[in-house]
């Protein structure tokens, strides 16, 4: 049988919000099986739980964003997208603040984090949803789709009227068949133009956000002295958005995923839609790991 997993023992781990800018604590506890991810807000009077599910969001500007009831905790997907790529399926995440920290603007530290408190398995069958029928959404120009396939494979097309994306660098396929998590998306960073600055920061967003945790881009080039870790970091980012985006399903996926220009509201409306029909998805269980499709040998990390 394969089976959940959860982390070996608590870490902790501070950084800065990429929004608001203050210092924020987090820390990472074992959850039994069958728990799911939950993050807690812990810097209030009563402590807020947030389980993260795609049904919870409740904000998609710039990050998807949790709410319950008047309580919010933003920037989340990152960290899922982490937790995704090391295959957990139970985790406490305990944030003394609205926001997680952004660390360097890629998953790459939280992947470390978890790494470093190593991954356990539980006495429990791991559970994937899988993509039955194809399912759409769009708005205007932009569109997200999953479909029926063997593995997990993710599509993405952006397009940014800027000198430095190019043609060559607008699009990334990544299939977990092939491509490791680990060296093929976790580093991608987060990015963001000059232009934008003024206009985020006069909404209260932004406050956080430096050349050490995002891309800058001003008219005509990278403003970051090292440069860019992929040749195609732009687009790889958005593919570690959306796996964090779609592992608040509340499983692995089972599916392709294929966006053209789509960010964190419409990946939201494609998890939403797909839930919302029975016969486009079914929750299934392995009981030999040989059966299981060949990107969650390749792609998931095994426990130590």
């Known amino acids: 049988m394969l089976k959940q997993r959860t982390l070996k023992k608590l870490t902790r781990t501070t950084g800065v919000g990429v929004h608001t800018g203050a210092r924020v604590e987090m820390t990472l506890r074992p959850a039994p099986v069958d728990t799911g991810i939950v993050f807690h807000r812990v810097d209030l009077p009563q402590p807020v739980a947030m389980p993260a599910l795609a ?3 409740g904000d998609t500007r710039l990050s998807s964003t949790l709410k319950a009831g008047g309580t919010s905790l933003s920037t989340v997907e990152h960290l899922m997208s982490a937790l995704a790529g090391l295959g957990i399926d139970n985790l406490h995440v305990d944030v003394a603040g609205p926001e997680l ?5 890629s998953s790459a530290p939280f992947l470390f984090l978890l790494q470093s408190a190593g991954v356990e398995e539980q006495n429990g069958a791991k559970r994937y949803l899988r993509v039955t029928a194809p399912v759409e959404v769009g708005d205007g120009d932009k569109w997200a789709r999953a479909t029926p396939f063997d593995g997990f494979r993710l599509d993405f097309t952006i397009d940014f009227p800027h000198p430095v994306f ?3 660098n607008r699009n990334v396929v990544v299939d977990f068949a092939a491509h490791s998590y680990a060296k093929e998306v976790a580093r991608a960073r987060t990015f963001g133009f000059m232009q934008d600055v003024e206009a985020m920061r006069a909404a209260g967003l932004g406050l956080g956000g430096s050349l050490q945790n995002a891309i800058v881009l ?7 002295s090292e440069g860019l870790r992929y040749d195609n970091e732009f687009a790889r980012h958005k ?15 089972i599916g392709q995923y ?7 509201a419409l990946n939201n409306q494609l998890c939403r839609a797909l839930l919302a029909r029975a016969d486009a ?7 030999d790991e040989k059966t299981v499709p060949s990107a969650f040998h390749d792609w998931m990390v095994k426990p130590a």
């Open 239 to 253: 593919v570690l958005d959306a796996i964090g985006d779609l592992y608040l399903l509340g499983y692995p996926l």
């Open 281 to 287: 998805f079914e929750i299934v269980t392995f009981a």
């Open 166 to 168: 190019g043609s060559e």
């Open 101 to 105: 920290p952004i660390m360097d603007g």
């Open 55 to 57: 049904q919870n969001v």
């Open 218 to 224: 001003d008219d005509f080039k990278v403003l970051n």
């Open 258 to 264: 294929t966006a053209y220009k789509s960010g964190h």
